[in-house]
């Protein structure tokens, strides 16, 4: 039975298709050169073959079936690749001998390096290894039994380091478990209270709280969320990138150069506030620092009713009446709104606050107002797609106020005017009712916004404002006084109309400036006096073109005029005739007059007296 692997290549059963290099290369390997090969040496060979056949085939029966060929070729290509494995192995390990060996060497010999693989060569400088001799010494039983003691003084000596640190880690450990729970109370309780809390965007890893609103413009949105970070004991601060701190809008009322009401700031305490607490303010900031940017923006386009923002500050001025708009001098009276911060900020209070705070609530009901305009624009279908940049709007914030602050001067300076005007006709003799003034709102409230107060006083606060002074001069004669004033055009402004009702008719006089009407009001006072003498007085007449009483004359006599003189805080009679000089009868003011007596009584007096 022949050897099972056959350790030489397979042999060509084709030679008729070997080409010729390669039958000149088997001869040179089998016989050397062609030089020995003769037809004598050739013809020898194949007669000793033929006397001694040798039988290559196999005595196994079964070795014929295809199935066992298949199965005795697996297992030879199986030998054959394990032997293979074993070459390259044994190849490995003796080059890698030889690279130890040659890369010792060349700590003496430096040219054995030229046995080194490229690789080693490039990695490996010459001479990295190095050898020496050592005479081994046999070691007593002291120094033994002190080489123990040594290794066991430091195994006890490490384990001892060991438990330290292990210790160390478990203390560490667990002053981080408490931090972990703390941080994760305080986020939960925040939740639980309603604030919506939510991984960080471009930190996967860091969980924040979102705090803004829906409908802030573009430059407030991405404010509105700001990360949870801990500090060193656990507690969590919020990380509000680079915001200037909490700040607040404060609104002060200012009155020849002094400042009398001034709103309510709210303040940080000192640093025990609650995390609720802190989101919270920075909540309020962020809407503040809103309404502050929005009425900036809207104060540049209101440079005609005196508006500017001077010094971080957006100045309204209130003028009485009378005064009219100058840009060269400083209002006696205005409304300066700011942005301050709440943190370290001086802080004056005043008891009259009122005003100011009402002022402050209006402006941030009219932002939340711009808020719900916003959120029904974006609930309809979207405008086409157009090249033209979409611009931002200024919404209305200051206009309202502005319209409702001119709206109660007019009104109030025209009640305080007729109250005057009032008194001193009491004080010369005339009965006349105090004024009494009734402030509507006309609007019509949209159906989207009923069923919410806020809202619809919003509205209404945007709407055409209207007030009613209504007041007589005399028992006959009722005046109504109605101020109305409108934001859109044509008006942009206040007009006022006055409704008299003498002798069960009414007529009307339009004004369209509280000066105007306030002059007229004053004419009106004064034929009111000048009536009310001459009615009283037999035989007298009036000139109403100058509000004078011509008292009857004869023959003896000359023509004897009284004239009525009204102004805001004087009321004055005054006696002229055809050739002498003014006599003043009576003389009435605010603070009293110098007679006791009525205005018909001294015209009575000096008749009596020249008769």
């Given at each position: 039975?022949?050897?099972?692997?056959?350790?030489?290549?397979?042999?060509?059963?084709?030679?008729?298709?070997?080409?010729?290099?390669?039958?000149?290369?088997?001869?040179?390997?089998?016989?050397?050169?062609?030089?020995?090969?003769?037809?004598?040496?050739?013809?020898?060979?194949?007669?000793?073959?033929?006397?001694?056949p040798?039988?290559?085939?196999i005595?196994?029966?079964?070795?014929?079936?295809?199935?066992?060929?298949?199965k005795?070729?697996?297992?030879?290509?199986?030998?054959?690749?394990?032997?293979?494995?074993?070459?390259?192995?044994a190849?490995?390990?003796?080059?890698?001998?030889?690279?130890?060996?040659?890369?010792?060497?060349?700590?003496?010999?430096?040219?054995?390096?030229?046995?080194?693989?490229?690789?080693?060569?490039?990695?490996?400088?010459?001479?990295?290894?190095?050898?020496?001799?050592?005479?081994v010494?046999?070691a007593?039983?002291?120094?033994?039994?002190?080489?123990?003691?040594?290794?066991?003084?430091w195994?006890?000596?490490?384990?001892?380091?060991?438990?330290?640190?292990?210790?160390?880690?478990?203390?560490?450990?667990?002053?981080e478990?408490?931090?972990?729970?703390?941080?994760?109370?305080?986020?939960?309780?925040?939740?639980?209270?309603?604030?919506?809390?939510?991984?960080?965007p471009?930190?996967?890893?860091?969980?924040?709280?979102?705090?803004?609103?829906a409908?802030?413009g573009?430059?407030?949105?991405?404010?509105g969320?700001?990360?949870?970070?801990?500090?060193?004991?656990?507690?969590?601060?919020?990380?509000?990138g680079?915001?200037?701190?909490?700040?607040?809008?404060r609104?002060?009322?200012?009155?020849?150069?002094?400042?009398?009401?001034?709103?309510?700031?709210?303040?940080?305490?000192?640093?025990?506030?609650?995390?609720?607490?802190?989101?919270?303010?920075?909540?309020?900031?962020?809407?503040?620092?809103?309404?502050?940017h929005?009425?900036?923006?809207?104060?540049?386009?209101?440079?005609s009713?005196?508006?500017?923002?001077?010094?971080?500050?957006?100045?309204?001025?209130?003028?009485?009446?009378?005064?009219?708009?100058?840009p060269?001098?400083?209002?006696?009276?205005?409304?300066?709104i700011?942005l301050?911060?709440?943190?370290?900020?001086?802080?004056?209070i005043?008891?009259?606050?009122?005003?100011?705070?009402?002022?402050?609530?209006?402006?941030?009901?009219?932002?939340?107002?711009?808020?719900?305009?916003?959120f029904?624009?974006?609930?309809?279908?979207?405008?086409?797609?157009?090249?033209?940049?979409l611009?931002?709007?200024t919404?209305?914030?200051?206009?309202?106020?502005?319209?409702?602050?001119?709206?109660?001067n007019?009104?109030?300076?025209?009640?305080k005017?007729?109250?005057?005007?009032?008194?001193?006709?009491?004080?010369?003799?005339?009965?006349?009712?105090?004024?009494?003034?009734?402030?509507?709102?006309?609007?019509?409230?949209?159906?989207?916004?009923?069923?919410?107060?806020?809202?619809?006083?919003?509205?209404?606060?945007?709407a055409?404002?209207?007030?009613?002074?209504?007041?007589?001069?005399s028992?006959?004669?009722?005046?109504?006084i109605?101020i109305?004033?409108?934001?859109?055009?044509?008006?942009?402004?206040?007009?006022?109309?006055?409704?008299s009702?003498?002798?069960s008719?009414t007529?009307?006089?339009?004004?369209?400036?509280?000066?105007?009407?306030?002059?007229?009001?004053?004419?009106?006072?004064q034929?009111?006096?000048?009536?009310h003498?001459?009615?009283?007085?037999?035989?007298?007449t009036?000139?109403?073109?100058?509000?004078?009483?011509?008292?009857?004359?004869?023959?003896?006599?000359?023509?004897?005029?009284?004239?009525?003189?009204?102004?805001?805080n004087?009321?004055?009679?005054?006696r002229?005739?055809?050739?002498?000089?003014?006599?003043?009868?009576?003389?009435?003011?605010i603070?009293?007059?110098?007679?006791?007596?009525?205005?018909?009584?001294?015209?009575?007096?000096m008749?009596?007296?020249?008769?």
């Amino acid at each position: 039975m022949s050897f099972p692997i056959a350790l030489q290549p397979l042999v060509n059963s084709h030679v008729e298709q070997a080409s010729l290099q390669d039958l000149v290369r088997r001869i040179n390997e089998e016989r050397g050169a062609f030089r020995n090969v003769t037809e004598d040496k050739l013809k020898d060979e194949i007669a000793k073959d033929a006397l001694n056949p040798v039988d290559d085939t196999i005595d196994v029966e079964e070795e014929d079936a295809p199935q066992n060929l298949e199965k005795r070729r697996k297992e030879v290509f199986a030998a054959r690749n394990e032997m293979l494995q074993f070459i390259g192995q044994a190849q490995n390990e003796a080059l890698t001998a030889l690279d130890f060996v040659s890369l010792l060497l060349t700590k003496e010999v430096p040219r054995a390096d030229s046995s080194l693989s490229p690789f080693l060569k490039t990695t490996v400088p010459k001479g990295t290894l190095d050898f020496d001799r050592s005479d081994v010494s046999r070691a007593t039983k002291i120094q033994d039994d002190t080489a123990k003691a040594a290794a066991a003084g430091w195994s006890l000596s490490s384990l001892n380091a060991s438990a330290d640190k292990l210790l160390g880690a478990a203390q560490r450990l667990e002053k981080e478990m408490e931090k972990e729970t703390k941080y994760w109370d305080q986020i939960l309780s925040v939740s639980e209270k309603g604030w919506s809390t939510r991984r960080m965007p471009r930190e996967p890893h860091t969980v924040g709280v979102w705090f803004g609103f829906a409908e802030a413009g573009s430059l407030f949105t991405a404010r509105g969320l700001a990360a949870f970070r801990p500090n060193a004991s656990g507690d969590i601060m919020l990380d509000q990138g680079l915001s200037a701190g909490a700040r607040t809008i404060r609104v002060q009322i200012v009155e020849d150069g002094q400042v009398v009401p001034m709103s309510k700031l709210a303040m940080l305490s000192s640093g025990d506030e609650d995390l609720e607490e802190v989101i919270r303010h920075a909540r309020d900031s962020l809407f503040d620092e809103e309404l502050f940017h929005e009425m900036t923006r809207e104060a540049r386009t209101l440079a005609s009713w005196g508006v500017a923002v001077r010094n971080d500050a957006i100045r309204i001025p209130i003028y009485k009446l009378g005064k009219a708009f100058n840009p060269d001098s400083s209002p006696k009276h205005e409304v300066v709104i700011e942005l301050v911060s709440t943190v370290h900020h001086d802080i004056s209070i005043n008891a009259d606050i009122r005003r100011a705070d009402v002022i402050v609530l209006a402006l941030r009901l009219l932002l939340v107002n711009v808020y719900q305009h916003r959120f029904q624009k974006r609930s309809q279908p979207p405008r086409p797609l157009t090249d033209q940049p979409l611009s931002t709007p200024t919404y209305e914030i200051l206009q309202p106020i502005i319209n409702y602050l001119n709206h109660t001067n007019c009104s109030s300076s025209l009640v305080k005017t007729i109250a005057a005007t009032q008194k001193l006709l009491r004080l010369s003799g005339l009965s006349s009712s105090p004024p009494q003034t009734r402030f509507t709102l006309d609007s019509v409230m949209p159906e989207s916004f009923r069923g919410s107060e806020a809202f619809s006083l919003v509205e209404y606060l945007k709407a055409p404002l209207k007030s009613v002074i209504s007041f007589r001069w005399s028992e006959t004669k009722q005046y109504e006084i109605v101020i109305e004033s409108h934001l859109s055009a044509p008006v942009f402004g206040s007009i006022f109309e006055l409704r008299s009702t003498p002798d069960s008719k009414t007529s009307s006089i339009n004004f369209h400036s509280a000066v105007d009407l306030e002059q007229h009001l004053l004419t009106l006072a004064q034929k009111a006096v000048a009536d009310h003498i001459a009615t009283s007085i037999p035989g007298s007449t009036i000139d109403r073109s100058t509000a004078s009483i011509l008292l009857a004359s004869s023959t003896e006599q000359p023509a004897r005029r009284v004239e009525v003189t009204l102004q805001h805080n004087r009321l004055g009679l005054t006696r002229r005739d055809g050739s002498s000089s003014a006599q003043v009868l009576g003389l009435w003011t605010i603070k009293g007059s110098s007679s006791s007596k009525t205005a018909v009584e001294l015209v009575q007096k000096m008749i009596d007296e020249e008769t």
